[in-house]
């Protein structure tokens, strides 16, 4: 119907599967995330590091090329676990910063007006909300953290043949499980903090702080207690525990992995609990 | 004029506090079933038992009473503590996406992204709703000329005026073509232009046939001017409804005259039609028409028999009076 027609008519045609109607909310969410010049920037400085490591691969693979300096053909870099270990430290403390600029807003918007009562009064369930908007912050964390380490992976694999490939495949197995559960806890602290705190910046501000504080009330703990459980309550270290234990180093950070574990579901949790208190259409007034 | 409520399809509060059944002839739109809900440790709906048929039903009552609460109950937003609710015969417990799908939503309180211009706003409404997305898109564009925001569809939402917002809200929920459209308190807020527009969009979305239309109102000028059917909420009861339709029909048989002349014959006249007559002082004289008796044949009588007809009055309930009425007689006043 022409726009100028101004009747009402009903709607009689086609309809999307009702599974994919949280994808309908990636994409709009994909649109307005890159509108911050700030935010395109530092999204493209976050693949300089892989692109350096990626070039130290290649120069460690092909060193003839510096017998020129007379230079002995001795390997420049070990490519081993500890290196993608150090890869993914750089990448999700990235990650982390991209994070506390896209995670806000992602959920306070809707918020800050209402307008997700006309989210949830829609056939969306509040879990296909989370999930959708959960997804933009998984795939953008991803192109900036596991997916260049798989690629560093391979290139190094195709460089040191068959051999080196099998005897390192926990590596990969370490970059993508590690980086999952990094995604995981940012995108679910991001959007329950944007959640409660419908002031972007605020919010941006709070998912730095509770990381600092955390550490900090941790260290605290472990001063004046004479133990090491602190810890437990600083998130970034929980992941590298479990990073440790997913890259084989052997460093023991005063609890188990197992520990690391049960603390981090709690924490989830935690998280969702908060977010699910607030992604509702209605609140009931007492 | 207290035959005014005893029509067929009205119900007197004190009769039957919470049990009505509007006439149908269809699926109703909207079935309750000794609905209750609790929040907070109180309930607010009280065993509702209605069923609704008509094109627009107006849901009215003072604060408090519940309005809202069936609104997002029907919606899915809260769950029934006792009986069940069905929507063109979905269980709202256990069909709520199906139910969703057929429904278009538009709040009471603001409701939109302030950095997001209208058209993407409502597409992505729409894309929700399960439009796809070339569809949605054409479709917000149609309805954002429908209710008149079309050279602004452009504009950030934050920008806009609370009427403009509120015509938003109003192509957000018909954007996807509903089956049901649930208006809350539409006319919040709106200066008189404004109203009279939103009223006519009402109307005319009602006269479409495409959809029926619940509105939600503490403004009993808004439902009368839109509505076929009433019901009216009190401290989570249905304390009355009325088809409003009916009762026009019904109410403009009532006829309050003063008469200069001989009006012993002129009675006699008018009763030798059918007509029932209740004088009273002064010349005065209250007259309910027979069903085949026109204010016409009325006037005719006067004429032969030399009557003068110095006042003629239409003497009908305004909701306003069915509305105070079904406040008072429940638990003695407002």
């Not at chain 1, 992602?106 to 056939?123: I, K, M, Q, W």
Request: glycine share 8%.
């Amino acid at each position: 119907m022409a726009v100028y027609k101004r009747t009402y008519r009903g709607y009689s045609g086609a309809i999307t599967p009702s599974w994919s109607r949280f994808l309908v909310l990636f994409r709009f969410s994909r649109e307005t995330l890159f509108r911050s010049k700030v935010q395109t920037a530092f999204f493209v400085l976050c693949f300089f590091f892989p692109l350096l490591c990626l070039l130290g691969i290649y120069a460690n693979a092909h060193l003839s090329v510096f017998s020129f300096l007379g230079r002995r053909s001795e390997p420049l870099l070990n490519i081993n676990g500890q290196f993608f270990f150090t890869y993914l430290t750089v990448q999700s403390t990235l990650s982390f910063i991209l994070a506390a600029f896209i995670g806000p807003g992602l959920v306070s918007p809707d918020l800050a007006n209402g307008a997700l009562t006309l989210y949830l009064c829609r056939p969306l369930s509040r879990t296909e909300y989370v999930l959708g908007k959960m997804s933009v912050l998984v795939i953008v964390l991803s192109w900036i953290t596991w997916v260049p380490g798989l690629l560093l992976f391979a290139v190094q694999a195709s460089l040191s043949g068959w051999q080196w490939l099998a005897d390192n495949l926990w590596i990969a197995t370490g970059i993508v499980w590690g980086s999952f559960i990094w995604i995981l806890i940012l995108s679910l602290l991001s959007l329950a903090l944007s959640a409660w705190v419908k002031w972007r910046i605020a919010a941006g501000g709070l998912l730095l702080a509770t990381f600092w504080v955390g550490a900090g009330f941790a260290q605290a703990i472990n001063a004046v207690l004479r133990t090491k459980q602190g810890y437990l309550l600083d998130v970034g270290n929980l992941v590298a525990a479990i990073w440790h234990g997913l890259f084989r180093d052997g460093v023991n950070m005063g609890f188990s992995v197992t520990e690391a574990w049960i603390a981090l579901l709690a924490f989830c949790g935690f998280c969702l609990l908060l977010l699910m208190r607030k992604v509702k259409a209605n609140e009931v007034i007492r | 004029m207290p035959q005014a409520n005893q029509t067929e399809t009205t119900t007197s509060p004190a009769a039957v506090p919470a049990t009505v059944t509007a006439p149908r002839d269809g699926p109703p739109v909207i079935e309750l079933r000794g609905l209750s809900v609790r929040l907070a440790g109180r309930e607010v709906l009280r065993d509702l038992t209605c069923s609704f048929s008509g094109r627009t039903i107006g849901l009215l009552g003072p604060n408090g009473a519940g309005k809202s609460t069936l609104i997002n109950t029907l919606l899915g937003f809260w769950s029934p503590s006792a009986g069940s609710a069905h929507v063109f015969g979905s269980d709202i417990r256990t069909e709520a996406k199906k139910i969703r799908t057929l429904i278009g939503y538009m709040p009471e309180n603001d409701a939109f992204i302030s950095n997001m211009t209208a058209v993407s706003f409502i597409r992505l409404m729409a894309e929700l709703s399960g439009l796809p997305s070339e569809a949605a898109l054409e479709r917000a564009h149609e309805a954002l000329f429908y209710v008149g925001l079309g050279e602004a569809r452009y504009r950030k939402l934050g920008t806009y005026s609370l009427g403009m917002k509120q015509l938003a809200k109003l192509a957000q929920a018909i954007a996807h073509g509903p089956k049901l459209l649930i208006l809350d308190e539409p006319t919040n807020g709106l200066d008189p232009p404004a109203r009279q527009r939103m009223i006519r969009l009402v109307r005319e979305m009602r006269d479409s046939r495409e959809m029926h239309i619940v509105l939600c109102s503490h403004l009993l000028r808004d439902v009368e001017e839109t509505c076929e059917e009433v019901v009216i909420l009190k401290q989570g009861r249905v304390v009355h409804y009325s088809n409003l339709e009916d009762e026009r029909r019904s109410n403009r048989r009532f006829l309050e005259l003063e008469l200069y002349g001989d009006t012993e014959r002129f009675l006699e006249a008018v009763e030798s039609l059918g007509c029932e007559s209740a004088p009273g002082a002064r010349n005065r004289l209250k007259l309910v028409l027979a069903e085949n008796v026109e204010i016409r044949d009325i006037y005719n009588i006067a004429a032969a028999q030399n009557v003068q007809l110095r006042r003629v009055s239409f003497r009908r309930d305004t909701l306003e009076d069915i509305f105070l009425k079904a406040m008072e007689n429940t638990n003695g006043g407002l």
